[in-house]
């Protein structure tokens, strides 16, 4: 079940109207590749260290097929580019590409048939509310600060707390353990 959290945020094109609750998406763990590898190859005659090896040859070349302009397909994962943008100028020959492109970064698009089996049977889980760098456990938990004003004792991080916290998303810890 995919985990989300709740937050507040303003319409950065219209600063007037008043902020509305938007879901933000809450990691729970980073798979390491090696994770990955054993995971997907565990019903198969394949070695998750092959699979592992193979996938870090693709990585390896992936560089320069993009540098060359090419965008790359990964099987039926998807896709990657390259996407960047400038500085502007008002004569063409002042254009230098060496210190006016700027935000290079590589894009990736996932193929519809990967798209399509993620949201088959896809569902949802709200595992808190931030506001003000606090993450409540619960919408209920939340509710009830906002009417009484006092803290949940359990299962809230903030600045204040032990736990810290920023309200931003979150990421969870990494583990090497294959994916269930």
């Given at each position: ?11 950065p094109?219209?600063?007037?109207e ?17 994770a990955?590898c054993?995971?997907v190859?565990?019903n ?10 193979s996938?870090?040859l ?13 965008s790359?397909q ?6 990657l ?6 500085d502007?100028?008002e004569?063409?020959t ?10 290079v ?22 595992v ?23 803290l ?12 810290g ?11 090497d353990?294959?994916?269930v």
């Amino acid at each position: 079940m995919a985990k989300f959290k709740l937050t507040q945020r303003t319409n950065p094109q219209n600063r007037e109207e008043a902020a509305k609750w938007y879901a933000i998406p809450s990691i729970v763990n980073r798979h390491t590749t090696r994770a990955v590898c054993k995971a997907v190859t565990r019903n198969t005659s394949t070695a998750p260290t092959e699979l592992e090896s193979s996938f870090n040859l693709v990585v390896d070349g992936i560089p320069h097929e993009l540098q060359q302009g090419n965008s790359v397909q990964l099987g039926q994962l998807g896709w990657l580019r390259l996407s960047f943008g400038s500085d502007g100028v008002e004569d063409i020959t002042k254009f230098d590409a060496a210190s006016m492109i700027k935000n290079v970064k590589v894009v990736f698009t996932p193929s519809k048939e990967l798209m399509a089996e993620i949201k088959n049977g896809l569902s949802f889980e709200n595992v808190g509310v931030v506001e003000a760098g606090f993450t409540f456990p619960d919408t209920r938990s939340y509710l009830s600060y906002k009417e009484t004003g006092k803290l949940p004792v359990e299962g809230g991080t903030g600045t204040g707390g032990s736990t810290g916290g920023s309200g931003e998303e979150e990421e969870g810890g990494t583990t090497d353990d294959p994916l269930v």
